[in-house]
């Protein structure tokens, strides 16, 4: 199975910062790689699918970028709607894996 | 819209079996994979498998093989999750998700998972409890 793991697994910032989470997988996946959002009590939402393409509906100040094994995702400017907990997932193969999660907090 | 209607909480006792449902409208059923993912309580995010819309193939995690079992029936557009032998790790939030990739004639290129989980059920909580 493919391991992916999630740094930091929490970070605390401000509306206004500019947020940057990492993503590394335990073997190449190219670019098979998605980004979820995922508040409390709610279903996760796409937000970046193949490494860096933005999901319809998500504002640009979410992107991703990266390939092979290590990946980001960032938020150029956060917002109070962006407080949330962050998964990456593979798609390379079976079983899909998810990171760990980021907890963004203020 | 696009849209993943769950059926509602169940409380069961180790040993039983749960079936949970999840609904489809707004789109093609047979053109897109639906997948299942899990969430035990304050703990992260963990993919139970797939079923294709078109022909009801399947591709499930090992770790669960032997306990669970997918289905859809295409008359009603609903994909359906059975899980066995329930033991009380399995408590957890049950969602259904739509695969974004347009399957055709069953295959999505690049692959399935490729473009994502677009479209989500609301979750339906399974509590297994003696």
């Known amino acids: 199975d493919i391991q992916m793991t999630q740094s930091p697994s929490s970070l605390s910032a401000s509306v206004g910062d500019r947020v940057t989470i990492t993503c590394r997988a335990s073997?190449?996946?190219?670019?098979?790689l998605n980004w979820f959002q995922q508040k409390p009590g709610r279903a996760p939402n796409l937000l970046i699918y193949?490494?860096?393409s933005l999901q319809g509906g998500v504002p640009s100040r979410f992107s991703g970028s990266g390939s092979g094994t290590d990946f980001t995702l960032t938020i150029s400017s956060l917002q109070p709607e962006d407080f949330a907990t962050y998964y990456c997932?593979?798609?390379?193969?079976?079983?899909?894996?998810f990171g760990g999660g980021t907890k963004v907090e203020i | 819209q696009v849209q993943m209607v769950q059926s509602g909480a169940e409380v069961k006792k180790p040993g039983a079996s749960v079936k949970v449902s999840c609904k489809a409208s707004?789109?093609?059923?047979?053109?897109?994979?639906i997948n299942w993912v899990r969430q035990a309580p304050g703990q992260g995010l963990e993919w139970m498998g797939w079923?294709?819309?078109?022909?009801?193939?399947?591709n499930c995690a090992q770790k669960l093989q032997g306990r669970v079992t997918m289905t859809t029936d295409r008359s009603t557009h609903t994909a359906y999750m059975e899980l066995r032998s329930l033991r009380s790790d399995d408590t957890a939030v049950y969602y259904c998700?739509?695969?974004?990739?347009?399957?055709?004639?069953?295959?999505?290129?690049?692959?399935?998972?490729?473009?994502?989980?677009?479209?989500w059920g609301q979750g339906t909580t399974v509590t297994v409890s003696s």
């Open positions: 998700a739509r695969d974004a990739g347009l399957a055709l004639f069953g295959v999505v290129v690049p692959g399935v998972g490729y473009y994502g989980m677009d479209v």
């Open positions: 707004g789109y093609t059923f047979t053109n897109f994979h």
């Open positions: 079923i294709s819309g078109y022909n009801g193939h399947t």
């Open positions: 073997q190449s996946i190219t670019t098979y």
């Open positions: 193949a490494a860096s």
């Open positions: 997932q593979q798609s390379y193969s079976t079983p899909l894996t």
